[in-house]
């Protein structure tokens, strides 16, 4: 544990941790994407694409989706789907801003995916998001992607009515 503590204060009893992903942070290796969805009809989806490309030298040892919106969301997750047409490629920001490492992976949304296998579903509940109690849905978290693989965020709305939502990539690359 010793290696988890950055600093230690006497006088002032602070003492700050260091974690593991804040390290990764540090390093230039940690990465994330959003995109806002807006007017997203009832029973339509958002889909977003991860991607770990084969050849691209990296693998991704820390992945989470978050779906943010103010309304009954269901998220579903789709490991290793076909691209059939390709989407709108998502920003990628490196939360590091003195690094000058690029990512490898790639998001994008909104495109044309088939096939894969379902290993996950949930449901994200509507209201507004205060006191980390509402309507923010996290998906993922301690995943392994290796090169060659990807993973698709299936966001439907099933709230009777339009919505706006946001979605948020977060990942590591080693």
Known sequence: M???????????????????????????????ASRRFTSIADGDKVD??????????????????????????????LRNVSKDAAGSPMDVMNPNMGSDRQPKCRVESNGTYSGGTKVHETVSFGGQKQFAVGSLAEIGGSAIIPQGNNVLARIWNMSGSPVNLSVRVIWVEE
């Open 48 to 77: 977003v694409l991860f991607e770990n490309p084969s050849g691209s030298g990296v693998e991704v040892t820390f992945f989470v989706v978050e779906v943010n919106g103010g309304a009954e969301l269901w998220p579903d997750v």
């Open 2 to 32: 010793p290696d988890l503590i950055r600093d230690y204060h006497l006088y002032s009893r602070v003492m700050t941790v260091d974690t593991w992903f804040r390290r990764k942070i540090r390093e230039g290796k940690a990465f994330e």
